[in-house]
């Protein structure tokens, strides 16, 4: 007689439940086929997803960029209005150092380039930002890269003023919605170490000029395009008109270079 416990034969008798419930762990296991088209799977999802994600953070840094020059020219517009209509000098010499209008540069003996110290809170502009400080720096310059050489021991810009615009007039620029007042800059040094005419690297600038004799400093770091903002305080992306292949080869100019004499017409003042 069966006790339940134990069949007639002595073993132990088997659960339908148990028999069930193994073939189930059996069937849900992945098999070697289904775990690579898993992994197939994940790698197309992965390639269609981070290059989305790289051009969202390119528009992101793009728009940071755009945002930062309106606010410069913004600052440039308060700064006007509270002195007669006049821009600033590219430079004073003041009792304290060398006052550059993107900061105080103070008389230490000894110091290299790169080292050179710098009080941007004294910047001609620095009391009409509604920010930080950290405004005058474009995201995308390229600090980290080893072609980079710093000039100061805080990087104070990421772009340059009109050269025509330092010292003259509001009064001057005729067509403001033509005229660029600031834009993506950096400049191609060859000359102070470590750079040399073999090690070419790129540093902070501060003025725009496309005359023939004098080098590009437009940076075209926006996927080939340079953020610009006009007089009228629009901003709009500018192609290259050429480029220099040195450094991250997106340093140029985005008109025809005018002759040595001649203004550009992008950065001409009297229209």
Known sequence: MNDGGTSRLGGSARSPRRD???RAGASSAFTLV???VVVVILGILSALVVPALSSAGQMARTAVCA???RSIQTATTLYLRENAGRFFPYQETRPEGVLWYWGLEL???GVVEGDRPIDTSRARLAPYYSGTRKATICP???ADEAFFKPKFRLAGYGYAINLRMLGARESDVTRPGDTI???DAIQINTWQAPASPTNPLLEEWYYLDNRTSTPPTFHFRHRRECNAVFADSRVERLAPYSLDARCDGLVGRPEAPSKPTETSPLLKLNK
Do not use: H
């Open 140 to 142: 995308n310059v390229p």
């Open 67 to 69: 945002a930062n020059l």
């Open 107 to 109: 008389p230490v003996k």
């Open 20 to 22: 069930a419930r193994r």
């Open 181 to 183: 007042a600031w834009a």
């Open 34 to 36: 289904e775990l690579l």
